[in-house]
């Protein structure tokens, strides 16, 4: 009995060195991610694009926020490939450093008015491996960090590589917008936007030390002892998995409300073209209020997952935030601050996390170990990659003076996500499945009454290590 204890709480600690990575990594690298998201939507129209037509300036400037995506399936099948075969901590650790310095590559780039249509060319070619660095971010930390966590708590711990996520566009928003409250305009436009792209040498530098600390998983070392790697995981995964891969590809397209809450959402606030007249540094609070919520709600929905199943909450989470799209941006429409905040606390902070709380562990938990990065990466990527059009399609629909913009734009989103919805619902659940029969349709989840009583030991087993560890302090 002793040496059983003395395993669990082994496995406990290793769960949480995965997570903390997995959580670091995340915020590190969508910090990147969404300065970019950021920029895209309150800068980028005004120097990277010819000035005489704003409707025209926003809609370039959107779509190449949607670029990066198109980069993304093509990143996800080779990095997903390397998840596969050489492991889930190599590729984390080339995902950091392809992230970091195209980053550096955005903030160092020239203008339209320096250099013509040469600058939204070279724009457009970052965004690009950006895309591709981060299509196997998610697939490879989710896997990471799934195959440490002890059974009966795989959602929870899983969750918290969206914690992270959510945490970096905290990040992201915070450093744009004292330089956009305090800096004049004129110097703002000018040099003051590069700032949060040439501070990721500090990402590079942290990431690289943090995810070179961290050990395989168990799942992948066995099945390289059991010589079971496929040298093709991505043809395997097709062969064998394509359902599944078909819903995670229906199930991703609720990547539709970030891009509402925090790209569209800020181009019509902002852009003058649209006459709303949000000032920029107000509408930044907007998303950051809503994902300071998110961040506080992820673990407690994760951990729910763990109890009552991965399909409830994100059934929920999928309708009801597509609903809420049509308040939220109502309350833009009118100029509302105080509703446009309440809408995208609900909407973004709460109910939508009822998706993006469960689908680090539900996607990875759909598919074997043998081809979990390389299925999940590349379904999940095409799904965002649709999504990632919409900014574009959004302006394109409801452009600047056009009538009924919150309601053709919140049809379009609440139709997406009742489509997911359906999705999740057509997939088998997953959170009873012991970790080796993942990925099999015919697995046999294990008995109510059983799963609780070893999630209870799981619970035991991680407070007892973090007493041990307390004491030993």
């Not at 010819?50 to 399936?73: E, N, Q």
């Not at 299509?135 to 899983?158: C, D, K, T, V």
């Not at 009538?403 to 053709?408: C, F, S």
Request: hydrophobic fraction near 50%.
């Amino acid at each position: 009995m002793a040496t059983i204890t003395t395993h669990k709480a082994h496995d406990s600690e290793k769960s949480r060195k995965a997570t903390l990575s997995g959580w670091i990594g995340s915020v590190l690298e969508y910090y990147d991610f969404f300065i970019y998201a950021t920029a895209a939507s309150l800068i980028f129209p005004q120097i990277f694009f010819p000035k005489g037509d704003p409707k025209t300036a926003i809609i370039a400037s959107l779509a190449t926020y949607g670029v990066g995506y198109v980069a993304r399936p093509i990143g996800a099948f080779m990095l997903g490939h390397w998840g596969d075969t050489k492991g889930r901590k190599h590729v984390l650790v080339v995902c950091m450093f392809l992230m970091g310095f195209s980053t550096m590559g955005v903030g160092l780039l020239p203008t339209y008015d320096q250099v013509g249509m040469l600058a939204p060319i070279l724009l457009v070619a970052m965004r690009l491996i950006q895309g591709f660095a981060v299509a196997g971010e998610i697939s490879g930390a989710s896997s990471m960090i799934l195959e440490h966590a002890p059974f009966g708590r795989r959602g929870y711990f899983s969750s918290f590589t969206l914690q992270g996520v959510q945490f970096g566009q905290i990040l992201a928003a915070a450093v744009f917008l004292p330089l956009a409250h305090y800096m004049p305009e004129e110097a703002f436009n000018s040099w003051g936007w590069r700032i949060p792209f040439l501070l990721s040498f500090v990402v590079i530098v942290v990431g690289f030390m943090i995810r070179r600390n961290v050990d395989e998983t168990p799942a992948f070392v066995e099945e390289g002892a059991a010589k079971a790697r496929p040298k093709a995981p991505m043809v395997q995964a097709v062969q064998q998995s394509w359902r599944d891969m078909l819903r995670v590809v229906c199930m991703a397209l609720m990547n539709v409300v970030p891009v509402v809450a925090t790209i569209f959402g800020a181009a019509y606030a902002v852009q003058p073209g649209y006459g709303i007249g949000f000032s920029k540094d107000v509408y930044l609070w907007i998303p950051v209020l809503g994902n300071i919520v998110a961040v506080l709600v992820i673990p407690f929905v994760g951990n729910l997952s763990d109890k009552i199943g991965r399909r409830p909450p994100l059934i929920v989470g999928a309708i009801g935030s597509g609903l809420l799209s049509f308040g939220y941006l109502y309350a833009i429409s009118i100029h509302n601050v105080p509703l446009a905040i309440v809408m995208s606390v609900l909407m973004w902070g709460v109910v939508y996390q009822g998706y993006n709380a469960v689908f680090p562990s539900f996607y990875p938990e759909l598919f074997p170990t043998r081809t979990r990065v390389s299925a999940m990466a590349i379904s999940q990527n095409l799904g965002t990659l649709v999504t990632a059009m919409l900014p574009a399609v959004f302006a394109t629909v409801a452009p600047p003076g056009a009538a009924n913009i919150p309601l053709t734009v919140g049809a379009i989103t609440l139709a997406v996500t009742v489509l997911a919805a359906l999705a999740a619902l057509s997939a088998r659940e997953t959170y009873r499945v012991r970790m080796e029969d993942l990925g099999n349709p015919d697995a046999v989840p294990v008995g109510e009454a059983e799963y609780e009583r070893l999630r209870q030991q799981s619970l035991g087993a991680s407070a007892m290590s973090r007493t041990t560890a307390g004491t030993a302090h």
